[in-house]
């Protein structure tokens, strides 16, 4: 049990849609990151904030934006949804600075339709 | 951009032997960590072992150690005493301030 929770923990949505994942952090935790895991794959790391900015982001294009609101607890919203959109979506909780691992939730996978 | 290699898509072991896990990597940032995730099958991601790169000491953790090599850029996990628990797939993970990237995974089977 890590203290970091996602919902839902699956979705089902059709291709065009519109879709917000949901992460809330361990305590103490102020930094976050998104995950997009295809089956079979290692995790692709999305994009990351500390204290509500974003400060990091992989490769993947504006549709797939997120929040990261006071309490530390964070949103994916992924727009105009494609088939390739299919994926376990993980997030994780950490501390910036320091000698500190990221913790991570149990996932929502989203199939699109 | 920083990449991370593992060239070993399935690894086996006998229960009780001892079995090691590959991990390249390639940054230019001199201020990074390296972790072995575990997943199961149940998805979530345990953290198994993590080493600083500013530190040439290995890192150990009971029968977990890594084989830490920074010229090298290479970062391996050793599994002694192998437990049928163990079976699941590793990941190897780079980490710096705004970023953290993970290599394709090593399907772990442990057999009894």
């Known amino acids: 049990e890590t203290g970091v929770t996602q919902s839902p923990t699956h979705l089902i949505k059709t291709r065009g849609q519109q879709v917000t994942l949901r992460c809330s952090s361990q305590?103490?935790?102020?930094?976050v990151s998104w995950y997009q895991q295809a089956l079979g794959q290692g995790p692709q790391f999305i994009f990351q904030?500390?204290?509500?900015?974003?400060?990091g982001r992989g490769n993947f294009p504006p549709r797939f934006s997120g929040l990261q609101f006071p309490n530390y607890s964070s949103e994916l919203n992924v727009n105009a949804l494609e088939l390739d959109d299919s994926a376990l979506y993980l997030c994780?909780?950490?501390?910036?600075?320091?000698?500190?691992?990221?913790?991570f939730g149990q996932g929502t996978r989203l199939t699109v339709v | 951009a920083q990449t991370v290699t593992q060239s070993q898509p399935e690894m086996s072991v006998q229960e009780a032997e001892t079995v090691t896990l590959s991990c390249t990597y390639d940054?230019?940032?001199?201020?990074?960590?390296l972790f072995w995730y575990k997943q199961p099958p149940s998805r979530q991601m345990i953290l198994v072992i993590r080493q600083e790169a500013y530190k040439q000491q290995n890192a150990t953790e009971n029968r977990f150690s890594v084989n830490f090599q920074k010229a090298a850029k290479s970062f391996s996990l050793k599994i002694s005493d192998s437990q049928l628990g163990d079976a699941a797939m590793y990941f190897c993970?780079?980490?710096?301030?705004?970023?953290?990237?993970f290599g394709a995974g090593t399907r772990l089977t442990v057999k009894p």
């Open positions: 993970a780079y980490r710096s301030a705004s970023d953290m990237r």
């Open positions: 904030y500390y204290r509500e900015e974003e400060n």
């Open positions: 994780a909780s950490s501390q910036k600075r320091g000698n500190t691992e990221a913790f």
């Open positions: 305590s103490g935790h102020n930094t």
């Open positions: 940054t230019s940032e001199s201020d990074y960590y």
